[in-house]
């Protein structure tokens, strides 16, 4: 299966959204295959990177399906100044 249809990518200052890739099975795999984590959602672990994959491609075809999906997140936090306020 290739990458998804074009989906948005909402940015801010200093978060980001986009659609999955592929490549973005990886990180599934870790966050999916963690027992301690997966102990507080409702789908079952992942054991390997296929069913990892399997999770980002389902993700594609509920964009297909339904015009949305998970998105792959990344948050700039700045940095911290001597009073804890984030810069």
């Known amino acids: 299966m290739t990458d998804p249809?074009?989906?948005k990518i909402i940015e801010t200052?200093?978060?980001r959204l986009r659609?999955?890739?592929?490549?973005d099975s990886v990180?599934?795999?870790?966050?999916?295959s963690d027992p301690e984590t997966m102990k507080?959602?409702?789908?079952?672990?992942?054991?390997?990177l296929a069913g990892a994959e399997k999770l980002v491609q389902a993700?594609?075809?509920?964009?297909?399906?339904?015009?949305?999906?998970m998105k792959a997140?990344?948050?700039n936090v700045g940095e911290f100044t001597e009073?804890?306020?984030?810069a």
């Not at 507080?40 to 054991?47: D, K, R």
């Open 27 to 32: 990180a599934m795999y870790e966050l999916y």
């Open 59 to 69: 993700a594609w075809r509920y964009l297909k399906s339904w015009g949305f999906n």
């Open 73 to 75: 997140c990344s948050v």
């Open 83 to 86: 009073n804890g306020r984030i």
């Open 13 to 15: 200052s200093r978060t």
């Open 5 to 7: 249809i074009p989906s």
């Open 40 to 48: 507080y959602w409702s789908n079952q672990p992942v054991f390997d």
């Open 19 to 23: 659609p999955l890739k592929i490549e």
